[in-house]
């Protein structure tokens, strides 16, 4: 089985940081994809960022030169730095993980609150 544990989320002021983690164990092969979502009150979950297993990264035009996602694949774990927050990011935020166990299945984390305010 394959368990992801997140950290990181809590509250934070506009323009401030933070540092969402999330780390992957159990029994598989290999990692593909790794990406970070959100969904905030009354929205659907939306893709934030994701980067591959060959490192390339996508962004969510609403987060672009902000947030940096970031991955250590020796760890499994992926990272997403948050930076210049704004009170529209709030939201749960939600990793997901593409695991060969063989087959490809995804895997989601708990959640985390992010919440902007001052």
């Known amino acids: 089985q394959v368990r992801l544990v997140e950290s990181g989320g809590g509250l934070v002021q506009p323009g401030g940081s933070l540092r969402l983690s999330c780390a992957a164990s159990?029994?598989?092969?290999?990692?593909?994809?790794m990406g970070w979502y959100r969904q905030a009150p009354g929205l659907q979950r939306e893709l934030v960022a994701s980067v591959t297993r060959f490192g390339n990264t996508y962004y969510a035009d609403s987060v672009k030169g902000r947030f940096t996602i970031s991955r250590d694949s020796a760890k499994n774990t992926v990272y997403l730095q948050m930076d210049s927050l704004k009170p529209e990011d709030t939201a749960v935020y939600y990793c997901?993980?593409?695991?060969?166990?063989?087959?490809?299945?995804?895997?989601w984390g708990q959640g985390l609150q992010v919440t902007v305010s001052s």
């Open positions: 997901k993980v593409d695991v060969r166990l063989p087959g490809t299945r995804e895997f």
């Open positions: 159990g029994t598989f092969f290999g990692i593909n994809a």
